[in-house]
């Protein structure tokens, strides 16, 4: 056994989003959000499910956090939903909606939990959409004063605010590849979003620190350390070209790079931007990009492997192909490749030199339900995070300032697309009676938040 020991202020926790757990989607004021909206339409989520009930946390909030407090996590992230705040979308706050965070932060900091608060895990109101949602810009000027509301509300007792958790999921996988809401296939649109997602970051951040003092305000991005599947110019460009779309065009501007040049010239050459170039970016707007942050969230899953040459059922031109055999595969049908983690939180700490850097979500889906003893034996979860844990102590052995790691997620969910099909948690979620259940995973993780130390065989 090698023990592998983590330095002492390090922040162990566990991630969740609203509309993955809350539930109870009208009460309270509680207006439709996009995810009510895109649930609900047939075809668009491979069970037919949605998030009106969840796994009920609005109500089950006090147990949940005595759950986390059971496991040793005294560092839990998770979203507001902006339908309960403003239903309206821009305007009047809903104290109801308001009070519920109040409650769970006092909860958390009187179990000795610190919160992270993400501001925005995808349930914009749906009234915002009906105006053309991310894709216009009075949406990145409603964000800022929602998190001006949010952050006067909680910011005595929250000191640490995450702005966006993934914009390329909220622009590029809802707005040109369709598959989250609002389900759209307008690649002209997804740019626009991906620009008023970033400006709004970048004009709440002083806003966030104005009204929360002595806090820290960071953003969150998916990112996939992309490579070639072969040494050919073709794969090469396809890899260039995936980095661009994935990673780059979100690290660029909120480090103060600008837009990458060679993406934009692909979108012009493609047709997705005019001559002129990206024209929604006004004056200013770059500098309100790159304001310095205190930290970046890294959410990082599995690596991208890609091979040129078109495929016609995939909206992404070049084809991704995993290199690992099948059985090495999530349920999701990622590939567990864990030294990933540590490429992609090397690479960034070398090229953009954030300040500090959190895994804000690490983990994967196993389907693995309670045996006849009740027990959730979920090997495999356990092994992901282990070797995941291992490879980002590598990457602090190398100089990468991490902070912390939030294992995605605390308990089983609802997986947007996927529905309940797919089971993240480490704790066991059985949706017809709500109970809970701790899986080996969840027991395991215990341990090494109390030694902070992971023991490799
Ligand atoms: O469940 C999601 C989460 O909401 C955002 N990051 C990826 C997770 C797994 O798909």
Redesign the pocket.
Known sequence: MTIIRFPNEFAWGAAT?SY?IEGAATEDGRSESIWDRFSKTPGKVEDGTNGDVACDHYHRFRDDVALLKSLGIKHYRFSVAWPRVIPTGRGKVNQAGLDFYGRLVDALLEAGIEPYVTLY??DLPQVLQDEGGWARRPTAEAFVDYSRVVARALGDRVKKWITH??PW?ASMLSYWEGRHAPGLKDYRAALAASHHLLLSHGLAVPVIRAESPGSEVGITL?LTPTEPASPSAADHDAARHFDGYFNRWFLDPLFGHHYPADMVADHIAAGHLPPEGFTEVKPGDLEAIAAKCDFLGI?Y?NRTVMRSGKVPEAQNEPRTVFLAPEKEWTD?GWEVHANGLRDILTRVHLEYRPRKIYVT?N?A?YATAPGPDGRVKDEKRLAFLRDHFVAAHRAMESGVPLAGYFV??LMD?F??D?GYS?R?GIVWVDYKTQQRIPKDSALWYRGVIAENAVSVP
Do not use: A, I, T
């Open positions: 989003s993955q895990h995808w958790n993934e999921c998916n959410n899953y999701m979500e983990g889906s995605w997620s969910n997986e947007w996927r797919q993240f």
